[in-house]
């Protein structure tokens, strides 16, 4: 009886958790900019700056991902892959302003807001944080904990704080290999956002 009871539970939690995921994609999809398909979204998020915001397909976010787009875009294109923990910031605080707390400046500078883009086929380690203004390279690695302050190169690995190449990740002759193996076998279903 009582196993019964459990299995009657479990079962109700498990349509409850559907139904809630699928309304927090169908919230999300009203909400942002733009979403493509297959994208796996954490149970939990934070999102600031919904309009600013692209995902494209196939997209994987990881548990506790914070995506704070306020004032510039952050593109998300496909089959991106982040690790749990991952936190990327479109703007700084104007931090110019002599005496005034930086709570209170409502005036902001070009320069305080750029837009973000994660391109195509990038992995993000865990914890990683992506900061104003970076362009994260084709088919590249960010390693966990990174610190990523200037944009990195495609097929690169970048790790640390502030995040430095760590390595290429293939020979020439191998990149080549990769970006036209890459190209024929996705052309198909590769519709950036
Ligand atoms: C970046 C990463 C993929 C590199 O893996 P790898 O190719 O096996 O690299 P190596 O272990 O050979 O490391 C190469 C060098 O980079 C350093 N390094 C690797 N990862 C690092 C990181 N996250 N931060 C700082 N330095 C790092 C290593 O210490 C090593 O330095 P050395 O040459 O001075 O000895 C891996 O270390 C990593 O961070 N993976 C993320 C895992 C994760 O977040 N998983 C979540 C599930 S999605």
Known sequence: MKRQLEKILAFVFRVMLHSYQKYVMTNLRSRLKSLGVNVRIPDKFLILGHDNIQIGNNVSLGMNVVLFAAEAELTIE?????????????????????????????????????????CEGVWVGAGAIILKGVTIGHDSVIGAGAV??????PYTIYAGNPACLVKRRFNPEQEKLHITKNAKENSADRVNP
Not at 93 to 115: C, F, M, R, Y
Not at 148 to 153: F, H, I, L, Y
């Open 148 to 153: 990523v302050t200037k944009s990195v190169e």
């Open 78 to 118: 496909n089959n991106v892959i982040f690790g749990p923990n991952v936190s990327i910031f479109t703007g700084n605080h104007n931090i110019s302003v002599l005496g005034q707390p930086i709570s209170e400046v409502k005036v902001k500078l070009p320069s305080d807001d750029l837009p973000v883009t994660i």
